[in-house]
């Protein structure tokens, strides 16, 4: 026995994964038919990136209104909170399959919308509808996943809802390329997400309920006969004997506490194994999000033209990249997140995004540096009335057009027209216009909105592949597992709800901040503001969560009844109990 009461879990190696699947392939079918709900999270998240490129060129508003775009993009994101609350208490009433099944539905009708959109608002109206989805199917399918595994597999079963939603992304990404010249392009683009979830309503329907959820409405017959066809013949009744015991538990507390929805919130804030599971739950939620992940998959193609690459098509092959990087560091994650365990995963990772997102601060500030300088002649000589009119040596006292740079220019709300001779060149501060952006590339020169022509933009698309390459197989896909194993069986659609609550919620407030960051401080500087946020959340990550792989669900329970520390403060209290001694 360790400290706290739990043994430890043996080494579980990727292939045992494999070898029970191949020898029960009804546990992979089940995984897949869930997954799919993290697959169509996965497009969503992917597909309104390259979409957004296109809107903009449609509707006038949307180009000229950075809060437009912030509200397009996050508005999906409002409604998968509302999606992923609602969610919980659906989990909990009427199970975890019938909350994929409405999932699905809200996916479908949200894509429609969306599909034939004749205005900006109803984009959004859409773009709602399919939040409702992407917040119920979040947290519903890594946990109908986790309740439907075998322990000693089920991280690397419920990974693969992890590799599923990158692999959505690395899909709509494919799919954003595909129709860049198809009339109509992000019509397509959005409306393609109704057939996978049309697809996984067929599946659904044919396939059974949780186990634990049916044992828990009192259908034994009908859980056990779902376990005898997941778990070999002599390990079914230990898991029957299991679960018995876990809802005698909690059968126990609801004739104390009460089974409506506020009793149950009120007796999971009194019960301290659900809280100190939430504080561990929320901690990996919120700090998936703040080390600005989403940010990367919404705005990747915004991104990589801020690192001076103009052209849409080029911007959304180079976002290609890094969503099957993602898709790569997923798989990473299902081979080793039994072997090393979740805790060990996510610390590694957090180290590693620390370091590559100041990285990357030192790359974007070192281009706006360096950025091509402006000539004062050809600004106010290239065509009548095209200066930039902030670009006027007698407006700008304080600042020279000796000083201007392409960066300073952008940051006027003006375009940079590169020249023509060596792209890193002094070129011309005009105004920001479709005509303008017309004229130059009629003189074979390309015109900068975004960004500026660097020498050091393959740095930044390098290093943000390595973000996701350290992001992937720890914080991308651990949070999901942590949250689906280390609540209670009466709590588990709740605590579920509100982690999936927390984590919407905070993606909601950096998808919809990035584009006013990085527009006040800078790429540098929103990079940089990251990395601080990723220190704060590896240090409660650190303090508050548990290693819990390869552990029974009861296991995990008596875990948090003791009540978790990490090692090092276990030592300092040993240190003064022998001292006191």
Not at 280 to 309: D, E, K, W
Not at 346 to 371: D, E, K, N, P, R
Not at 496 to 514: K, M, P, R, T
Request: hydrophobic share 50%; with cysteine; net charge positive.
């Amino acid at each position: 026995m360790v400290e706290g009461g739990i043994a430890k879990a043996d080494k579980t190696e990727f292939t045992e994964c494999w070898r029970t699947t191949w020898k029960t392939p009804y546990i992979m079918r089940l995984a897949l038919s869930a997954g799919i709900g993290g697959l169509l999270f996965g497009y969503d998240t992917g597909v309104i990136s390259g979409a957004l490129l296109f809107i903009k060129e449609d509707f006038d508003e949307v180009d000229k209104k950075t809060w437009l775009q912030s509200t397009i993009v996050s508005m999906a994101v409002a409604g998968a909170i509302v999606g992923a609350a609602v969610g919980g208490w659906i989990n909990d009433r009427f199970g975890r399959r019938m909350s994929i099944l409405i999932a699905d539905v809200l996916f479908l009708i949200g894509a429609v919308v969306m599909a034939f959109a004749p205005a900006p608002w109803v984009i959004i109206v859409g773009r709602i509808f399919v939040g409702f989805g992407v917040g119920m199917a979040s947290m519903t399918s890594p946990l109908y996943i986790s309740e439907a595994s075998p322990a000693r597999i089920r991280g690397a079963l419920v990974s693969t809802n992890g590799l599923l939603i990158t692999g959505g992304q690395f899909f709509s990404y494919l799919i954003n390329l595909a129709f860049v010249h198809t009339p109509g392009t992000w019509r397509w683009m959005l409306g393609v997400a109704g057939v996978p979830a049309i697809i996984q309503f067929v599946l659904m329907w044919s396939l059974p309920e949780s186990p634990r959820w049916l044992y828990r409405k009192d259908r034994i017959a009908e859980s056990r006969a779902i376990l005898e066809r997941i778990y070999p013949a002599d390990e079914v009744e230990a898991e029957m004997e299991a679960l018995k015991e876990s809802v005698e538990t909690e059968k126990a507390d609801e004739a104390i506490m009460g089974d409506s929805f506020g009793a149950k919130l009120k007796g999971a804030f009194a019960n301290p194994v659900v809280r100190r599971g939430l504080a561990a739950g929320i901690t990996v939620q919120v700090a998936q999000q703040f080390v600005g992940i989403n940010t990367v998959m919404y705005y990747s193609p915004s991104i990589v033209q801020f690192a001076g690459y103009a052209s849409n098509s080029t911007a959304m092959a180079l976002s290609l990249i890094t969503s099957g990087l993602n898709a790569i560091g997923s798989i990473v994650s299902m081979m080793f997140v039994d072997r090393y365990g979740r805790r060990k995963l996510m610390i590694i990772s957090m180290f590693g995004i620390i370091t590559c997102l100041i990285i990357l601060a030192t790359v974007f500030a070192q281009a706006a540096i360096h950025a091509p300088k402006i000539d004062a002649v050809e600004s106010t000589t290239f065509a009548p009335n095209a200066t930039c009119p902030a670009f006027a040596p007698l407006a700008v006292p304080n600042a020279p057009p000796s000083r201007w740079n392409c960066m300073k220019c952008l940051k006027s709300e003006c375009g940079f027209c590169a020249s023509g001779v060596q792209p890193y060149a002094p070129g011309a501060c005009v105004v920001l216009s479709d005509d303008m952006k017309a004229t130059c590339h009629s003189r074979g020169r390309t015109y900068f909105k975004d960004g500026c022509p660097s020498k050091f933009g393959f740095l930044a698309i390098v290093f943000l592949g390595l973000y996701i390459i350290v992001y992937a197989p720890g914080m991308g896909t651990v949070p999901w597992i942590v949250n689906s194993e280390i609540y209670p069986l009466r709590y588990r659609g709740l605590g579920g709800g509100i982690a999936a609550v927390s984590n919407w919620v905070s993606n909601l407030i950096v998808s919809e901040s990035f584009l006013s960051l990085t527009h006040a401080l800078g790429s540098s500087g929103t990079f940089l503001l990251f990395a601080g946020f990723s220190a704060v959340g590896l240090f409660f990550i650190w303090l508050l969560v548990p290693e819990t792989k390869g552990l029974q669900f009861e296991e995990v329970e008596k875990l948090l009844e003791v009540g978790y520390k990490p090692s090092l403060l276990r030592r300092k209290n040993k240190a003064k109990e022998v001292g006191t001694a």
